[in-house]
């Protein structure tokens, strides 16, 4: 082996030890695993589409902002998502164009710490409505047996969510997620909300909350904080899905949560720049 292909084995070891190269391989588990169950020429053109798009456009930003290039593996996740959400019957482009513009908002839309808005759900709500995008979740495996999709989600989530630390988020959302369909199922009409309880919505949940609410960038890292945040993500992805009925409900409500945590960010960041003035005085 040559010194170069020792130095590319080197790195790519230690990209996949971090949360972003351990989850880029939990995907490509799931992907794999869907392969048995879906059509492979509608599958792959929009995902890899996606996943290319968004990473030409934050490779050369990366190079501009780091002095160096560096693999776009963020963009790269965002890709991926966006192509295991979105409907395999949608045109390719569809989930190219939305993914490189969400990956270009990631630098506009920002505070000081990070971007605000997860860039998969972004670019997700902005294909619903650009371009008429269904969203089908087939990442999530819904075409496989339950018994053999639901214990992989967990099995692979669960993984991710306690190496990037993101469990009280999680579980805060599930419980109040469910808490509330459940509690609209008793007072109201029950085949209204049925659907989030029976597959494949019970495995588009589960992915959506191991693999997008769990965005490190866009979420809170302190328990009491995820905890919040994941009540208000289920709270508000109930609300959308009774009030307006969309396809995103799941998605309306992580970015949502986007917001709150940006502003609490925010807040926090000011409240220590102001003690630091008045000691300072």
């Given at each position: 082996m040559t010194t170069r292909a020792r130095r590319l084995a080197r790195e790519l070891r230690r990209f996949i030890r971090t949360p972003k190269g351990t989850l880029t391989l939990l995907l490509v588990l799931l992907i794999a695993a869907a392969t048995t169950a879906e059509d492979l020429r509608r599958m792959w053109p929009g995902l890899i589409a996606a996943t290319l798009a968004a990473a030409a456009v934050d490779l050369p930003i990366?190079?501009?902002?780091?002095?160096r290039w560096e693999f776009p593996s963020g963009a790269v996740l965002t890709?991926?998502?966006?192509?295991m959400v979105m409907s395999p019957h949608e045109p390719w482009h569809a989930g190219a164009v939305v993914s490189a513009v969400a990956i270009a908002l990631k630098y506009v839309l920002r505070t000081r710490?990070?971007?605000?808005?997860?860039?998969?759900?972004?670019?997700?709500?902005?294909?619903?409505?650009?371009?008429?995008?269904?969203h089908s979740w087939w990442g999530a495996l819904p075409d496989l047996v339950w018994w053999v999709s639901v214990p992989l989600?967990?099995?692979?989530g669960g993984f991710i969510t306690e190496r990037v630390n993101k469990l009280p988020l999680v579980l805060a959302f599930l419980a109040a997620f469910y808490a509330l369909?459940?509690?609209?199922?008793?007072?109201?009409?029950?085949?209204h909300v049925a659907e989030v309880f029976i597959p494949p919505d019970v495995q588009a949940v589960l992915f959506f909350a191991?693999?997008?609410?769990?965005?490190?960038?866009?979420?809170?890292?302190?328990d009491r904080d995820q905890i919040i945040c994941g009540m208000l993500v289920a709270a508000v992805s109930y609300a959308t899905y009774e009030l307006a009925g969309v396809?995103?409900?799941?998605?309306?409500?992580?970015?949502?949560?986007?917001?709150?945590?940006a502003a609490r960010r925010t807040l926090v960041v000011r409240g220590h720049t102001k003690r630091r003035t008045t000691a300072a005085a």
């Open positions: 990366l190079r501009w902002r780091k002095r890709g991926m998502l966006v192509g710490a990070a971007n605000i808005f997860n860039p998969a759900a972004l670019a997700l709500v902005g294909a619903y409505y650009a371009f008429d995008a269904g989600l967990v099995a692979t369909f459940t509690t609209a199922a008793f007072l109201g009409d029950p085949s191991f693999f997008i609410l769990t965005d490190p960038p866009t979420s809170p890292t302190r396809v995103f409900y799941l998605l309306a409500g992580v970015l949502a949560g986007n917001v709150y945590e």
